[in-house]
């Protein structure tokens, strides 16, 4: 599956080279980068760290889809360990001795889960008990939770932060047991990424051209919550578009039949109408200067409001 989105990185790339060396007129660099561990290392974060997009004038990338979506709802998102301490006893002879940290785990479960009513409908939470004891006849002494936290944009991930917080520590009291909540932080191997700012100049230029070369599937989604990727934390130092596209597929991503339908011949037909798309957008903020200041003139007022 990003094997295709590899691709059009690459046929992009060497399309706008090819332009380049084609019009002596027209300056400028086209970098092609190949992102390790962008589903949960943050490989795109270490790079913005490298320096890598420090005077990037744009930076593109696209990501196969069931849908077309222009500009998906790539939320931020942030992943929490929690760890309950109870007291261990013989589940038979004297329950009573024990604290129960599965009890506690199992609270948290059923809180998050009541308060997906009061969330924003763009929200997310998913949460997995991985430890809740050994033995079915001792009381466990130690339960893990694993929590994803996601949000349209930073700022509203921190309201989800805090309620999470609030939860883990009522479901200890609850059960009579000490909790410590950990949240990723900068550094962690883990997905601790920035919301998504579709730059709306470089995504009009994009859905123009990418109708222009007949994509094989016209429709167009509405741009609903979707993922997240380190992509989110490049459009926060370069104005950056991550559209989604459709390539016939009968179930969603990161399944193996998504994966089984991104080698089909048309999935590859609509990946080749994606680059060409792209290598059109990134041509015109080289050739063009009026679309180049607008486009730096409107991420700056995208961003701005999100201060």
């Keep these: 599956m990003c094997d295709i989105v590899t691709a059009i990185g690459a046929a992009s790339g060497l399309a706008i080279k090819a332009a380049l060396e084609s019009d002596p007129s027209v300056s400028g660099t086209v970098t092609v980068i190949g992102t390790p561990a962008e589903e949960m290392g943050g490989g795109k974060v270490d790079l ?15 990501h196969p889809n069931q849908i077309n979506m222009m500009a998906p709802g790539i939320l931020a998102i942030n992943q929490c360990h929690v760890e309950f301490k109870g007291r261990a006893a013989h589940a038979a002879a004297a329950p009573w001795d024990g604290i129960n940290a599965l009890d506690a785990a199992v609270n948290a479960y059923a809180a998050i889960s009541m308060m997906r009513q009061q969330m924003k409908p763009d929200c997310r939470i998913h949460a997995i008990i991985t430890e809740g004891g050994t033995r079915a006849n001792i009381i466990p002494e130690r339960s893990v939770v694993k929590v994803s ?77 979707w993922a997240s990727t380190d992509m989110g934390n490049v459009s926060y130092v370069c104005p950056s578009i991550h559209p989604a ?61 999100l201060m």
């Design 48 to 62: 913005i760290d490298a320096g890598a997009f420090k005077d990037a004038d744009i930076a593109l990338m696209a």
């Design 149 to 225: 936290i996601r949000a349209p944009t930073d700022k509203e991930l921190s309201v989800l932060k805090a309620k999470l917080t609030s939860i883990m520590h009522g479901a200890a009291k609850s059960t009579g047991c000490e909790v410590t909540v950990t949240f990723a932080s900068k550094g962690d191997r883990v997905a601790l990424y920035s919301n998504m700012i579709a730059n709306t100049d470089l995504t009009t230029r994009y859905e123009s051209y990418w109708k222009g070369f007949g994509p094989v599937d016209t429709d167009i989604a509405p741009n609903v919550p």
């Design 245 to 305: 596209y459709g390539i016939s597929a009968t179930s969603g991503v990161h399944t193996r039949d998504f994966t089984a339908s991104a080698m089909a011949p048309e999935a590859h037909a609509a990946t080749r109408c994606v680059s060409k798309a792209m290598a059109c957008v990134a041509w015109e903020v080289l050739s063009d200067s009026k679309f180049r200041q607008q486009v730096k003139e409107t991420y700056q007022q995208q961003l701005a409001s």
